[in-house]
């Protein structure tokens, strides 16, 4: 139990100790439920207030109606002269992204303006009326009241692909439903005559691009096929046959050209094998390379210079450094070293080398290569340049007619109008809104209350710096407990005392138990028990410890050590005439101050006697501890109530002269801060506290029902009853 007294860290800081060695996971699982069930009104209350705030605003709310109408869009239109998916552009690479833009294009500005002027909203001034709008401040017609109505029209629109088909549905929500059903189908109308007509420019503007890109091409046809004409008869050359593209002669130029590109090739490879040795040894160790490890001469002095060191190590251990054999051996083998070391060298160097020679052969063959590429070419301008003109002539030719076969198509599709979006079901007038829903409003109102009201009680419960649990008490302020004592009715508080079977009771035996262990002889012989303030069930504690000592067969001596606020002689029936105050003032007549109830046994009980003017200043160390001294030889146990640490020194003077300190707190009462502040003061006057008891512990308010003995015993009372 010693090992478990109070760390000496914790009570130096005031601040929370999250250490303890509990199971956390434990730990956390019964405060949440403690919590909840402390906060359980708070739930209970927020939930409520949110399903009713939930209700009242569906009730109030106005009923909103959404129309749909569904309506397919083919990335290609049906085909009539053969060519008008190529002269419409329906045609997409990806339809996917084809079908992204058309469902964009429903929602675009300029699509619902068109909607909005075909059904004469821009002139109509109860448009947002109907709604349920705010009316814009412009005036009815402007170009800021349009805008305002295409902004509504925009925010009730919704668009939506339907999964694995063509098929798009268009809502619209709205107070009205035959205004929503009216919206829908329009935008359905307004959408596929926008598209066609968006095709219809589209194909206008072909038909004059392609007339001039045909005028810009003949014009360079025709000069082309001059330049052409005008080449041959300046070049006197009347018919360019297959001889001029023979590629089975190969003149000598272009025979050394070959040959030395080949060459090239070779000194290219070579410089680059050489580059990538020299780029491996340059930065390596001399005798790392594998060139200098593989050289006879090197492998040759390397056996030498291990001869020679094996000498050196048999003449070391028979001679000294200074020994002429010893020293020639040395000098033999640094030039054995040197040696080398400057052979090493030279195989680096030659690597080095080769890779220079390399470098300069691939260098001198480029520039060889580069003189005979330029003389082959200037060997092939003549046919070149007469082969170019032949092709730019057949090339304009080309496009000329390819041009002109499209402006002929388009020509022939012009007055063909292709429609590849069709209406599948037009918009019908809803019948049942879909806001507000009373039960999801409920529902959702429910579950929000209930999130805040969760807040509420986190909030709470973080904010309380209590200690409530012995869980807390372990992990916060770092000391083991010793016990736990139940809350008890005032009217039972006797009774519990007096029954031997009672909750209080076997929690009393549960604390001997553990103060058997307190010490190497077991109870100490001197226990005080002292608390942060007044009213936490000390003397109640102490009185029923000290009981259940006397009866156990100890010599037990209870003593009231509050001369300010004592309380013994009430809880015990007896005068307060004489006690331990005059112990203190040097009355050594012991047997006059004990005295004992006939409630109580053999307890002997010495209560606190007149109060003194000072109790500090009869309260020194000096004076406790001689009377102590007097009274230890005839007791086995003394037992001393003490007055409270929180803004008094009289605990401090008394729990320094004891073997032992209890101290007791009472759940849910005095704040961590205070009670480490206290336990801390006990630390620094000298006191010995043993462990922390937990008393007036109420497991079923506070939510805790998995502490089992204090379970047990409440369970065990009620089928005793």
Partial sequence: MNSALLNQSTLENDAFVTGGGADFGEMDFAWLKAAIYRSRWILLGGAILGAVIGLVLALLATPLYTATATIQIESQGPQILGGESDASGIQETNEKEYRKTQVAILTSRTLLERVARTLNYTKDPAFFDRLDMDRPSSAVGSDDYVRSVVSALSERTNVSEQTDTRLVDIHFTGPDPKQAQSIVNTIGTQFIQETLERRFATTDYSRRYLQQQIDRTRALLQNSERALINYEQSAGITNVGPSNDDKSHVSLTDSNLNAMNDAFAKAQSARILAETQWSKTAGAALMSIPEVM????????????????????????????????????????????????????????????????????????????????????????????????????????????????????????????????????????????????????????????????????????????????????????????????????????????????????????????????????????????????????????????????????????????????????????????????????????????????????????????????????????????????????????????????????????????????????????????????????????????????????????????????????????????
């Fill in 294 to 721: 593989n050289n006879p001469t090197i492998q040759s002095m390397q056996i030498d210079r291990a001869g020679k060191v094996t000498q050196l190590q048999g003449e070391l251990e028979r001679h000294s450094e200074t020994y002429p054999t010893v020293q020639t051996l040395r000098a033999q083998i640094a030039s054995i070293d040197v040696m080398m070391d400057t052979a090493a060298k030279r195989i680096r160097q030659s690597i080095k080398d080769q890779y220079d020679i390399a470098r300069d052969q691939e260098a001198s063959m480029a520039q060889s290569v580069t003189a005979l590429r330029n003389a082959s070419l200037n060997e092939q301008t003549r046919g070149i340049q007469l082969s170019t003109l032949k092709r730019d002539a057949d090339t304009n030719h080309q496009l000329y007619d390819a041009l002109l076969g499209r402006f002929r198509e388009i020509n022939a599709t012009a007055g063909v109008t292709i429609n590849n979006i069709s209406v599948i079901d037009p918009a019908e007038v809803p019948q049942t809104p879909v806001w507000p829903l009373p039960v999801f409003n409920f529902l959702i109102g429910l579950v929000a209350g209930a999130i805040a009201g969760m807040l509420v009680a986190f909030l709470r419960e973080r904010l309380d710096d209590t200690v409530r649990t012995p869980d807390e008490v372990e992990r916060r302020l770092g000391l083991p407990l010793v016990g736990l004592v139940p809350m008890l009715k005032d009217s039972d508080v006797a009774a519990d005392i007096a029954d031997p079977t009672s909750s209080f009771s076997e929690s009393i035996y549960s604390i001997r138990t553990s103060l058997q262990l307190a010490t190497a002889h077991g109870i100490p012989r001197t226990l005080a028990f002292t608390s942060t303030q007044q009213g936490e069930g000390k003397s109640t504690t102490a009185l029923a410890l000290a009981k259940e000592l006397a009866q156990s067969g100890q010599r037990t001596l209870i003593i009231d050590a509050d001369l300010r606020r004592p309380a013994l002689h009430r809880h015990c029936g007896l005068e307060n005439e004489s006690g331990f105050s005059n112990l203190l003032t040097g009355q050594t007549d012991v047997a006059s101050l004990v005295r004992k109830s006939a409630a109580l046994g053999d307890l002997g009980i010495m209560t606190s006697g007149p109060l003194p003017v000072s109790a500090p200043r009869l309260l020194t160390l000096e004076t406790i501890s001689a009377a102590l001294d007097l009274l230890t030889p005839s007791y086995d146990v003394i037992i001393i109530d003490c007055p409270p640490v929180l803004g008094l020194a009289d605990a401090l003077q008394i729990s320094s002269a004891t073997e032992g300190t209890l101290y007791v707190h009472e759940a849910g009462r005095a704040s961590q801060r205070q009670t480490i502040s206290s336990l801390r003061r006990l630390r620094r006057g000298g006191a010995n506290v043993i462990g922390i008891l937990l008393t007036k512990f109420d497991f079923h308010r506070d939510g805790y029902s998995n502490y089992g003995y204090t379970q047990y015993y409440y369970n065990y009372e009620a089928a005793k009853n």
